[in-house]
């Protein structure tokens, strides 16, 4: 696999140093360039174009959120992994909505984090198990209006066999490869039934699918 390009986005000098001295000597990642703010990460990410985006939340001139936002419609392509202390649900769900792959806080173990970046550069999604257990609880409460945020899915969605297939090895955290290997199917195909997953459950990714399998009890949660 080629060697992954991260770009560290963090108002805090000394921290984004911190994460590249963590990710310095881990062979297949490189820190190509750092970011104090949203629209700093936003004008670096279009000349540089990195793998992974480690995007911190509350930031001065351009908070993170809204430079997901911004990225995720001209980009949709690069993986935010956001990196926060921010444990409000409220983040959560827009991050998510705003199109990042992956929501891990940052008292994270540099082993998890080291894991999430390859896991969302390979296609799959993250969210730390504090956050994902806040997740699925405010995804099942109906009385919350979270639901109606995540564009409620319909439980009579008419998914096929194949399309459980596909959503039941996505919300184990698998990646389009490993799903094509598993099914025996190629990985275009995959794209496909996730797509047609998305447009039937009116979902717009990954993580709102995976809420969905645990919520219509299609495959269980485990929290570790």
Do not use: W
């Not at 770009?7 to 805090?12: E, M, T």
């Not at 750092?34 to 629209?39: F, I, K, M, N, T």
């Not at 995720?72 to 983040?91: C, F, G, H, Y």
């Amino acid at each position: 696999m080629d060697t992954i390009k991260v770009l560290v986005v963090d108002d805090h000098a000394l921290f984004r140093r911190g994460i590249t001295s963590v990710l310095a000597n881990q062979e297949g990642l490189e820190v190509i360039s750092e970011a104090s703010d949203g629209l700093e990460a936003i004008e670096k990410t279009k000349k540089i174009i990195p793998d992974v985006v480690l995007m911190d939340l509350n930031m001065p001139r351009c908070s993170g959120l809204e430079a997901i936002q911004a990225l995720q419609a001209e980009m949709p392509q690069v993986n935010i992994l956001v990196l926060t202390i921010s444990d409000k649900e409220a983040d959560l769900f827009a991050a998510i909505k705003f199109g990042a792959k992956g929501y891990i806080l940052k008292n994270t173990e540099p082993d998890e984090l080291i894991h999430a970046i390859f896991h969302i550069a390979q296609g799959g999604v993250i969210v730390s198990s504090l956050m994902a257990t806040k997740l699925l609880t405010e995804f099942k409460d109906v009385t919350t209006g979270v639901k109606k945020e995540f564009s409620t899915p319909k439980a009579d969605a008419n998914l096929s066999a194949r399309e459980i297939e596909v959503l039941q090895l996505l919300a184990q955290g698998a990646t389009n490869k490993i799903i094509a290997e598993s099914l025996f199917i190629s990985e275009n195909t995959v794209k496909t039934h996730l797509r047609n997953i998305m447009e039937k459950l009116h979902l717009v990714n990954r993580s709102q699918a995976a809420a969905y399998a645990v919520n219509q009890g299609i495959v269980q949660y485990n929290e570790q």
